[in-house]
């Protein structure tokens, strides 16, 4: 695929994962408030996670989606404000997306077991 | 800064609201999956740590996370109707529909508490 | 009399401001200031003019930190506290003192294929137009754009991505993709893709928040975006 190919597939990506951020950070806004004004502890908390396989879903599917969004932005601004561009930041830019995966997947794993 | 006199107008300002936001939020997600990770440990290391949460410090520090969120995702959608919806000319007036939106979101969350 | 201070930029990339006092008066604009000093007080001062009456674009500097045609800019509407401050465009290279490289901004007009490519031969009967279907009305809403060079002297993306074609070739590429006799649409939609293109545009507005002629290349560009996308979906050959 050629250079021009790629940036503007990562062009939709970075506008079809923001689309989907939309959804979930609207969502995850209106539970967190629910849970601030609740007064809601770690357990009560845990436990609504526990209560259904929607939410563990969502929540992997909502780290999917920032873990790219994230990466596919940080990539614009390094390049744009450090200059920074060419197979160095491509590959700092899927290290990011990945450790943000891992670490948002085990965060996951860890609030839904 | 007589040089950057041509930056002074809503949209730019706008531009620049949702790139600090992405960087904000991008350096603090890492650390909201590793304090969610704690839970691996048992809702009691999560009770903690939600303990912790507590100090006005860190409910400062939230309501400002909850704002540059509702800032970037309101930001966001204006920029998803102007790359994607026939042109309109009020659309500049999205940026303070934005605006107005974050800060909605805002007051929601300091309410709340 | 009144007098305005009037700080002038001299000299290349390495100049530096020069000041002049320049007598005040009723309706001046910019570039009567201009003028005046390089007819009385400094003969050396390099600008560029042509018509002198808001048409050509070829005047367009940067005028207290703005790019704008000198020609139609009042010093009342600009000189707060009696001051001027004069550089050449930016984003440009200096040719000397108020005059930049504008060499860059055309070659890049070109690699956006901002030239149209006719279909049709001299034997062929008149094009037929609509000037009310959509596609020739957004055009024309870009048409009137003739390469004064202040958009791109005004956009944040050309200084940070030096690849960036910029706000007026991509916006004349827009006008040829709405453009019913172009023949090159696959080509220029190529042309206009990636990180050079119209895929680096943030929206910032400051090229339709500046240009002279009230066109909004943020609106082509957002075209461009809608015309990419739907050609990657479509899944079309991916020729340069």
Known sequence: MSERRVEAWLWVAQRATAAGLALFVLVHLVTIIYAVRAGLGAAAILARVHSSLAWPVFYALFVLFAAVHGAIGLRTIAAEWLGWRGNGANAAAALIAVALLAAGWRAVLAVSS | MTMRAYRNHPAWWAFLVHRVSGIALALFLPAHFLALGTALEGSARLDRFLAWTEQPMVIAAEWGLVVLLAAHLAGGLRLLALEFLPWREWQKTLAAIAAGAALVAGLAFALAR | METLKVEVWRGGADGKYQSFEVPRRASQTVLDV???????????????????????????????????????????????????????????????????????????????????????????????????????????????????????????????????????????????????????????????????????????????????????????????????????????????
């Open chain 3, 34 to 240: 201009v003028t005046h000093i390089q007819r009385f007080v400094d003969p050396t001062l390099a600008y560029r003019f042509a018509r002198r009456v808001g048409m050509c674009g070829s005047c367009a500097m940067t005028v207290n930190g703005k790019p704008r045609w000198t020609c139609r800019t009042h010093v009342d509407e600009v000189a707060a506290n009696g001051r001027l401050e004069l550089a050449p465009l930016a984003n440009l290279p200096i040719v000397r003192d108020l005059v930049a490289d504008m060499r860059e901004f055309f070659d890049k007009w070109a690699r956006a294929r901002g030239q149209f490519t006719p279909t049709a031969t001299r034997k062929d009967d008149f094009a037929k137009v609509d000037p009310r279907s959509n596609a020739r009305r957004e055009a024309d809403a870009a048409i009137e754009c003739i390469g004064c060079g202040v958009c791109y002297a005004a956009c944040d993306v050309v200084k940070w991505n030096p690849g960036y074609l910029g706000p007026a070739a991509l916006n004349r590429a827009w006008t040829l993709q709405m453009d019913a006799r172009d023949g090159a649409h696959a080509e220029r939609l190529a042309s206009v893709a990636g990180d050079a293109g119209c895929h680096s545009c943030h929206t910032m507005m400051s090229c339709t928040e500046r240009c002279p002629k009230q066109l909004s290349p943020t609106r082509s560009i957002a075209g461009l975006k809608r015309a990419s996308l739907l050609r990657l979906l479509a899944g079309d050959g991916d020729e340069a």
